[in-house]
């Protein structure tokens, strides 16, 4: 099963459209994970229009409209790879061990907010995996989203990719 993580769209304010990167990958994927700050209703029915299927959370820039649509926290098992969706997490520091304490039931943690790629492993085994912004890179070198393959209860092929 292919999966796509994105979050912090953030449309229209950071940008008028997503790339045509990403867009083309959204109808690829099996499913796509987005992580929160939509921003914009708009966003959102693109994403469900485009998607097979879409799994979804609400950011903190996401007004009414979006709450009432999403959860702040969402559980999908997916190729057998029990994910958890939020948007923040708190500070770098000690997110794992916090992360692991909030999740114990998860197998992968996919969260947005910061805008940075992120991909670490807690001790418990829990996958933590940021895949910063494609529309709003922040200090960071590119605009990015993630890639990977779930099955059998294992992910592989995790992959950072780079819209610039």
């Not at 969706?85 to 520091?93: D, F």
């Not at 418990?124 to 779930?150: E, F, I, K, V």
Request: glycine content about 8%; some cysteine.
């Amino acid at each position: 099963m292919r999966i796509l993580l994105t979050s912090d769209t953030h449309l229209p304010r950071r940008a008028k459209v997503l790339p045509e990167r990403l867009l083309a990958e959204l109808s690829a994927v099996d499913v796509v994970i987005h992580a929160g700050d939509w921003v914009d209703a708009a966003a959102l029915d693109l994403f469900e229009a485009r998607s097979r299927r879409l799994v979804g959370v609400y950011g903190n820039n996401d007004g009414p409209d979006l709450r009432s649509r999403l959860p702040e926290v969402a559980r999908v098992e997916l190729g057998g790879v029990r994910f958890a969706v939020v948007h923040e997490t708190g500070p770098a520091e000690g997110r794992e061990r916090r992360c692991a304490a909030r999740y114990p039931d998860a197998d992968v943690l996919v969260f947005g907010h910061s805008h940075i790629p992120w991909d670490t492993v807690a001790d418990s085994g829990l996958r933590l995996l940021n895949p910063g912004s494609p529309t709003d890179r922040r200090s960071q070198p590119h605009h990015t989203y993630m890639t990977l393959t779930a099955d059998a209860g294992e992910i592989t092929d995790v992959a950072l990719h780079d819209l610039d």
